[in-house]
């Protein structure tokens, strides 16, 4: 296989890399100062696109590649890939769900646990000596919050599991009603923020979930409610956030995505009751060399003809 050409658009991980490498010739574009130049001599060569989260495959990369023939994303969200375009000229596209269940899960019930225990100022508030001079004032309790999910995949569901174990009544929303599910269901978004006290964004972004969480929802969640995103940054009008954060409209906020990555709205960077992490949901040893594996494991069950393990188109 190491005739087939692979793009990656950006560096991803090491380990991924290094894989690849050992069994397709790997075009890293970010190692090419000319982009156009690099297509109009490569372009014909390569046959998968190895993305992630942060770049994918966009319609204009895919009609740049004539014999592109799958798109193998090192993430689960497949919000930058163009699966319409996909669709339409036959490319297959693989992503890499289950394997980061956990860290994501693991990572909205840390950033909850952070936000309301103020687990980072507490830290600042140690190492900048202020212990020795003052009392530390008191936080808000997580056993027993109502926690509103919105999106019940995998990771919602892992939330929610994770969630039960602290006590907390767990309430959703999602397009339509799930019949398995015993948690309460909310038709709107506006509803369910108005009936919890911790809002949890883990749904896909798609055209419909963009910008889901708005000005009325944030109003409605209020002045104790707390929201995590651990979905994409698009899902939150992000201004109307920063306006209501800063206004004392909403009680807090632990977010690990924003929208424009790894642009962060300044005004955020003095407030205590915001967690801010840099897009890190799966980000543990363990968990990014699987999500590698299952993109090299795709890419060759692709190459030998055989059925893809996680096949998104
Ligand atoms: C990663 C993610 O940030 O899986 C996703 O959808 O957002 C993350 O796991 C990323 O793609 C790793 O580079």
């Known amino acids: 296989m190491d005739s087939i050409g692979v793009l990656m658009p950006i560096h991803m991980n090491s380990y991924l890399e290094q894989e690849l490498q050992k069994r397709f010739n790997v075009f890293k574009l970010w190692t090419f100062p000319n982009k156009t130049l690099f297509l109009k001599e490569h372009s014909s060569s390569i046959r998968a696109i190895v993305g992630n989260a942060a770049a994918g495959a966009d319609a204009e990369t895919i009609e740049a590649l004539p014999n592109l023939e799958i798109v193998s994303s090192f993430s689960v969200g497949i919000d930058k ?3 319409n375009k996909c669709r339409e000229k036959g490319i297959r596209v693989t992503n890499t769900p289950d394997v980061l269940t956990d860290d994501v899960a693991d990572l909205a019930i840390g950033l909850i646990l952070a936000v309301l225990r103020r687990l980072c100022e507490g830290d600042r508030y140690v190492r900048s000596g202020k212990w020795k001079k003052g009392d530390y004032k008191l936080n808000t309790k997580f056993t027993g ?3 509103g999910i919105i999106g019940m995949g995998r990771i919602g569901k892992a939330v929610a599991k994770r969630a039960e174990a602290f006590s907390c009544p767990i309430s959703y929303y999602t397009r339509s009603e799930k019949g398995d599910l015993e948690y309460k269901y909310y038709p709107s978004v506006v509803e369910l923020a108005s ?3 911790i809002l ?6 798609i055209e419909e979930t963009r910008h889901i969480i708005n000005r009325e929802v944030i109003d409605a969640l209020g002045q104790k ?3 995590i995103n651990i979905g994409r940054g698009p899902h939150v009008d992000e201004p109307e956030l920063v306006k209501a954060l800063v206004e ?3 009680g807090g906020a632990g977010l690990d995505v924003y929208e424009n990555e790894p642009e962060v709205p300044e005004e955020l960077f003095g407030l205590e009751n915001v967690v801010l992490l840099p897009h890190v949901g799966s980000g543990t040893v ?5 999500m ?3 993109v090299i494991n795709n890419l060759e069950a692709h190459f030998l003809k055989k059925p893809l393990l996680t096949p998104v188109v």
């Open 145 to 147: 919050k109502r926690v």
């Open 286 to 290: 363990e968990t990014r060399t699987a």
């Open 225 to 227: 409610g707390v929201l």
């Open 292 to 294: 590698a594996d299952l």
């Open 195 to 197: 009936n919890c006290d």
């Open 248 to 250: 004392g409209r909403l």
């Open 81 to 83: 890939v163009d699966l």
């Open 200 to 205: 949890v964004v883990a749904c896909p972004l």
